[in-house]
């Protein structure tokens, strides 16, 4: 049972030779329930390695707490924190076999040799890295490195794990295979983990929950089909995946719907849980797989550019002003549209999504 | 989204500390160490170039300018100025020709050449000034006894030039290599694709490229050059530099505010030179480590580029050949230069009377090269992976002994360490300790750039497994090291017994070292008996650097 709290977080780093300093994380609040995998997820310099750091004990905050289990580890060594941590380069140690690379942990806690052999040998037959015990890590083909770096990280039985984008130095196809893996290695053991990615689709495919980060602070924190749906702001919305985000205008509600002007066509949209009146500005969000192509669509565009991707294909299309994306994921079943076709847009309404205000 | 909150540099200052006391403590000692031994003698030799004797009266001042109108102090400061460019210059460019044939062309015997050409840097100084008597002096092999020449002068300018040259080449030879070998050859190879003639690729690609690391190789010989000692003493003559003079004033006229005052001068050039190597060359060096070694494609095979860069490199090596064979021929033969017959009398000699100078050189190299090795590497994780507050005096002790020449050290500590509580003259830790402050930069270079090489996640990783310090450095960081230690040890082992221009102040009755008793014999005319000891102490540095190599070999293939 390990439960991570951080609390009020704030990560300041000091200017240098009059330069001002960075804020890197203001007000972090998070909490990791015992065996869930929460994945922070934010562009480049949010602040995700920070925090990351700040748990592991790299980096001390400056201000706020860091709990585990109610514990108070702020100020706790990291060498005392019984945290392991699956590092973006691996960090395996240049000198030492595979099997001694997943010894160095046990090693510290000064276990038997006859019991660090038999935990080693353990975790290696749990990773399929047995035959390569005695290979050097410049040895190994990139996918082998990082399941030593997870073995030597596990084989400690830490009560939290700790992923800085494990996956980032591997190829597309071997980073989805690792990610299951991770996640049923993870799984399997039932140990506390915060996932740090830039990739949403990773994200969404390991975690129990995403928190989205933007300029040191939290964005938006829920499961991932959650956050994908139902995102609070445009940049959730867009850091999620593709998304049309398009002005409209109330122009009434309706029980259940509203009703909208988008694009100069009324439409009728579900109805978000704020309170609407007739003018307010609204913005849509449609994923581009939850709208259509139809001949009779009400929204009348033209068709730009046409780009087969394989599973499916992506249409851009220019209606009035606005840029929309649609992708078509049936386009075996039905012959397609070219560069310069009127076509209509159909965007049904059930997934529909609004946010109020005409920006964030 | 940065704000500017106030920078609290003291309290995160406070935070290192806590973290680490033990490397904090260890910090504070090497500190302490540093102002003692390296800031502080140089100190007083400046005070004391400046301090008025008892028949003297004036200010300060007026004293500094009365002593520096006296015409041998600029004669000196010319010669060795002159001197200094000279060998700079040449030395330089046989170095970049020798690195040039050897990383760029087919050349035949690439090895032998590379192990021949640097001979030079791990024989004491002064056996190559050895070889030109032996040879070309007034008794001289080809003076002498194959041209007949009688009363030839071997000694001055011409020699010292010629002597340093060969002396100081593998320096800028290996700098240069090493840049030439890490230059991305697809550079070279781009320049190529777009038409450019070999000789447009070598003006305009490749020499550009390579001219930090000759600017800085030039700079690196002339500050050698002119701390040189052993050279300028044996076979200057009647030209006179700042080492020699600095330690004639002392030692033969005991006028130390003269002594202390040549040595000052000799630190401007040092430092100048020091300064515009670290400051200008270091943003200007174009060449990136990326820790995988670059493969290098020989593209150069036209005949006559190859034949005179080899017939050069060829020409070097028969000299060092030549030289370095007659200090072993006439380590063997009766009388040099009148009973040519072949006898083993001088190494015996050496072996019996001769043991305790070989004794005490080898027990003082022994302890300091491990002392600054250690220190070094020490150092440089300190500097590289804490940044403790007052790290800069630390920084600034180090630099400057290493840029400051052994002459003012010697004089320095002469002066410091006569008085209680510091009373250490006569002792063999005044030799380790100079010779320490002397090499210990070394380490902290070679440590610096390997642990800029060595991705900080690696100890990371192993803290957050739960190592302490301690277990890291020895587990993870004293390993990944094996490089650096091997460089540092090599070369304050090498300096430790075979430098002079220090240790000629420091040695005693009780503690006369080899080079000194190799410079004694060659002033006597005992030329036997120096080549001997050179040739023994040749062998030694051999010897070592080989059980060094195996040693810290052997400890990679474990793995
Ligand atoms: N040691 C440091 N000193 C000063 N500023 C830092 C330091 N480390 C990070 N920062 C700053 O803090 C901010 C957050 O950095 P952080 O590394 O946490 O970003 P990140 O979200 O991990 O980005 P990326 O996806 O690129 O890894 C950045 O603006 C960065 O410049
Ligand atoms: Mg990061």
Not at chain 2, 155 to 170: D, R
Not at chain 2, 247 to 270: R, T, W
Not at chain 2, 276 to 302: C, D, F, N
Not at chain 2, 386 to 396: D, I, K, T
Request: hydrophobic letters at 50%; proline letters at 5%.
């Amino acid at each position: 049972m390990t439960r991570v709290t951080l609390k009020g977080i704030n990560k300041i780093f000091p200017g240098r030779d009059g330069h001002p300093g960075a804020h890197a994380v203001r007000d972090l609040d998070i909490t990791l329930e015992d065996g869930t995998l929460v994945t922070l997820l934010g562009p480049s310099g949010c602040g995700k390695t920070t925090s990351l750091r700040m748990l592991a004990g790299f980096e001390t905050p400056t201000s706020g707490q860091i709990l585990i289990d109610g514990r108070d580890i702020t100020h706790v060594p990291v060498n005392q924190r019984g945290i392991g941590m699956v590092f973006q380069s691996y960090a395996l140690f240049p000198h030492m076999t595979v099997a001694e690379n997943v010894a160095f942990g046990l090693e510290v806690l000064d276990l038997t040799r006859a019991e660090i052999t038999r935990r080693v040998g353990e975790v290696l037959e749990l990773m399929d890295l047995s035959a390569l015990a005695g290979r050097a890590p410049a040895q190994l083909s990139g996918g082998q490195q990082q399941r030593v770096a997870l073995a030597r990280t596990v084989v400690t039985e830490p009560d939290v794990l700790l992923f800085d984008e494990p996956l980032s130095n591997l190829d597309a196809q071997l980073r989805e295979r690792m990610r299951d893996e991770l996640r049923l290695v993870q799984q399997r053991l039932g140990i506390t983990s915060l996932y740090v990615t830039h990739d949403q689709s990773e994200a969404m495919a390991i975690s129990d929950r995403v928190i989205v980060m933007r300029d040191g602070r939290v964005e938006q924190d829920g499961p991932p089909a959650e956050v994908y749906a139902h995102p609070r702001t445009a940049f959730v919305a867009g850091f999620m995946g593709r998304a049309n985000i398009l002005p409209a205008r109330v122009l009434a509600t309706e029980g259940e719907s509203l009703r909208a002007e988008l694009g100069g066509v009324p439409v009728t949209l579900p109805r978000p849980g704020s309170e609407l009146a007739p003018g307010d500005a609204i913005r849509v969000v449609l994923r581009p797989e939850q709208i259509a192509l139809s001949t009779s669509g009400p929204i009348r565009a033209r068709i730009e550019r046409v780009i087969f991707q394989g599973g499916f294909t992506e249409y851009q299309l220019k209606a009035g002003a606005a840029l929309w994306t649609i992708t078509d994921h049936r386009h075996h079943l039905h012959p397609g549209h070219r560069p310069g076709d009127e076509i209509g847009i159909d965007i049904g309404s059930a997934a529909a999504w609004i946010l109020p205000g005409a920006t964030d | 989204m940065t704000t500017a909150p106030i920078p609290r540099p003291f309290s995160t200052g406070l935070r290192r500390i806590a973290a680490d006391p033990w490397l904090f403590g260890i910090f504070m000692v090497l500190s302490l160490l540093t102002v003692i031994f390296a800031i502080l003698p140089i100190a007083s030799v400046l005070v004391q170039a400046l301090r008025a004797t008892p028949t003297e009266t004036g200010s300060g001042l007026g004293i500094l300018i009365e002593r520096l109108s006296a015409p041998l102090i600029w004669r000196a400061f010319g010669n060795t100025l002159l001197l200094g460019a000279s060998s700079a210059l040449i030395s330089t460019l046989t170095g970049f020709l020798l690195a040039f044939a050897m990383t760029r062309t087919p050349m035949r015997g690439k090895r032998t050449v590379h192990m021949i050409a640097l001979l030079p840097v791990i024989s004491p100084p002064f056996v190559i000034a050895l070889a030109m008597i032996l040879l070309f002096g007034r008794s001289g092999l080809i003076t002498r006894e194959l041209l007949g020449i009688r009363g030839a002068n071997v000694y001055g300018f011409h020699s010292l030039v010629f002597i340093q040259s060969l002396a100081f080449t593998p320096l800028a030879y290996l700098n240069i290599r090493g840049m030439l070998q890490s230059m991305d050859s697809a550079l070279e190879d781009a320049a190529a694709t777009l038409r450019a003639s070999q000789w447009t690729v070598f003006r305009r690609v490749t020499l550009p490229l390579a001219l930090p690391g000759i600017f800085s190789s030039a700079l690196l010989v002339f500050v050698k050059s002119i701390e040189d000692f052993g050279n300028p003493l044996v076979i200057g003559g009647s030209f006179n530099t700042l080492a020699v003079e600095a330690y004639s004033q002392l030692i033969g006229y005991f006028n130390v505010p003269m002594g202390a005052l040549l040595a000052s001068l000799l630190l401007v050039p040092s430092l100048l030179a020091f300064m515009i190597h670290r400051h200008w060359l270091a943003k200007r060096s174009y060449v990136t480590v990326t820790g995988k070694p670059t493969a290098q494609e020989i593209r150069l095979t036209a005949r006559r580029v190859v034949w005179p860069l080899a017939a050069f490199c060829y020409l070097y090596v028969g000299l060092v050949v030549l030289l370095y064979g007659t200090v072993v021929w006439v380590s063997l033969t009766k009388i040099p230069g009148i009973d040519w017959s072949f006898s083993t009398e001088h190494y015996v000699r050496a072996f019996t009377d001769g043991l305790a100078p070989l004794g005490n050189s080898l027990t003082i190299a022994l302890i300091a090269a491990p002392v600054a090795t250690l220190a070094g590497l020490v150092i440089a994780y300190i500097q590289t992976r804490r940044r403790f507050p007052g790290a800069a005096l630390l920084r600034l002790g180090t630099l400057l002994s290493f840029a400051a020449p052994g002459t003012i050290i010697g004089i320095g500590y002469v002066s410091v360490f006569n008085t209680a509580p510091l009373l250490l003259t006569g002792t063999i830790t005044i030799i380790i300790a100079a010779i320490v402050v002397k090499t210990v930069q070394v380490g902290i270079e070679a440590g610096t750039n390997q642990l800029r090489q060595i991705d900080p996640a690696i100890e990371e990783a192993a803290m957050i497994l739960g190592a302490s310090n301690g277990r890291i450095f020895r587990r993870v960081t004293a390993p990944l090291l094996r490089p650096a230690i091997f460089t540092a040890m090599a070369y304050s082992f090498t300096r430790g017994l075979t430098t002079l221009s220090a240790i000629i102040f420091l040695v005693s009755a009780n503690w006369t070292l080899i080079t000194v008793t190799i410079l004694n014999q060659v002033e006597t005319l005992r030329m036997g008996l120096a080549a001997a000891y050179s040739v023994i102490l040749i062998v030694i540095v051999l010897s070592a650097l080989a059980l060094l190599q195996v040693a810290l070999g052997r400890g990679a293939k474990q793995r």
